[in-house]
């Protein structure tokens, strides 16, 4: 199959040494994975759609390496994703069922979005069906479930106080089944893929930390990894998002950055092509792959050490300002008169 | 570099130059090969060049276009070699110190060389099948 595709053994030995560096495997253990991919059978995934804003899948589709349109062709077979097969009604619920029988108990049940169960979880159906009654009908065939995106793994911004749904994450309803959070908000795309090749690779997940989630990417904090890190050893911060410390690159700790408290592998891994992330764009991490981020003490620009950092008072008028002169400056270009063309000369 | 730099990326080089040291003997001793993922270690950029430099270059370098573009050299020291995979858009996947009679990404499988030959065939039986000049 692979072959076909113009893809030979040492192009799958390179993919598996890509692999094992990312997933912090033993060297030596490119060889047996890619000996595991070559002989795999495709991977059978069911994915369900819960109380969610599709952020996940969206950038899932952004990933390039490996792509996940690579992986549906050439590892796994997404047997069922609401947003992305063309089966629409009951012949979409049809391709659901006729995939978990014929993938009884070895199928991969991926959720993104959060589990809604207050009153019967009437707050987010699918097909007239309760999101709770879904997972509780095919988590007992899975092998495994993989709870993307922060929705998933701990309830996220639907848990939020007033929390009116009452969402929960995957593993506050199934506790009987191997679960893998794959937390953020979005999750990295690389995490999701390393983990499938891993799981097609060797039949199991990977090694997880105490919150369910793969020890090789959320085994440091993000302020571990982090190109500012200098900066807060030596105490210079940002004060403000416009004064001198932040032009010069400063820390963002006292800008209210949950780096220090955040594991996650934005650092390393980056986002967009490893372009950059939140951090490297001037802003300060928000924490979005740990439980309840939202609802955390002080907000997303008090320091983590209590300080009054911007404050949202200050920041709200940052953001005003922002908003006004945008607005000033759009209205201004829409209301401009048009430069006459140039003349040409010949 | 500061004294205090040099001195210590001159100690962590020395670290990893007897571990390199242990899995030649180790190669030589029990003919297995042996890798040191130099991406998962917290090395500066100057402390991986100090190790390049230390380890110097050999009398084979290859350049591999598998998903992007691999450059495996052997250093100073035969066995030892320094591969740097890259992925497509050029960013570096993996960058390793091969313990190796040869590292196994540059042999040439059982199942691609079948392929290959049916390749050749077809390639054959269409010079036989083309008209003379």
Redesign the interface.
Known sequence: ML?RRGF????L???A??M???L?LP??MA?AMADNL?KARRQSVIWLSFQECTGCLETLLRT??PTIAALIFDFISLDYQEALMAASGSAAELTLRQAVAANKGKYLLAIDGSVPVADGGVYSLTGGKANVSMLEEFAPDAAAILAIGSCAAYGGIPKAFPNPTGAVGVEDVISNKPIINIPGCPPIPEVLSAVLVYFVSFGRLPELDDKKRPVAYFGTTIHDQCYRRPFYDQGKFAKSFDDEGARQGWCLFELGCKGPTTHNACASLKWN??TSFPIESGHGCLGCSEPDFWDQEGGFYTSLAGGTGPGWRDAGIAAVAGIAGGAAASFAARHKTPKPMPETTE | MKDFDFLAADRLVDALLMEVADLLQNLLSHQR?????L??LPLSAACLAMLEERLGGGEISAV?H???E?QIRETAFPGVWWTR?A???G?V??L?IEVAEVP??MR??K??ME?GLRRLSEVTNFAQTRPAI
């Open positions: 072959a030979g053994r040492r192009g030995l390179k993919f040494i890509a094992t560096a990312s912090a060297p030596g060889t070559a390039d390496s092509d490893g | 090969a042996g890798t040191i993922d991406l998962g591999l598998v998903s992007g691999s995979h992925d497509e858009t960013r996947a993996a390793m196994e990404i040439a499988s199942a691609d392929h």
